[in-house]
């Protein structure tokens, strides 16, 4: 059976306490941390290897954790972030996908795009209420 490596970075201490224990008794996930979401998380990951990094956060719109997403997306672009917050039910994926492309073919990168559900999808923030 393969194995996730995911990298837990937290804020909070209880919180991470709880993800992180839901992770170890996981069979297919290989629990890298939890790391605190003030070291230079960044600096370190290329270190721990892992497959996914989570991100845990009181909140999980907070600056810091914005700041720290930007950061790993733009230093390794193939990394898929998760985020999850204390006060929402709601966990976020963050995945880069780098398309090659030219200036004369933005319509058709456009185009190939993953296109958003046009039936209002209730996890698409984007999508209005009918």
Known sequence: MKKH???LVC???IFGAGIEGILRATEDVELIGPWD???DVCARI???SPDAVLIVDEDSQSESGARLTSAVMASYPKLHIVRAGLTE???RV???HILPARGSDLLETIRNLPAVSEAGDPFNERSESK
């Open 46 to 48: 290329a270190d721990a």
């Open 94 to 96: 963050y995945s880069t």
């Open 5 to 7: 490596r995911v990298l």
């Open 37 to 39: 979401l003030g070291e």
């Open 11 to 13: 804020s909070q201490h």
């Open 89 to 91: 039910n709601l966990v």
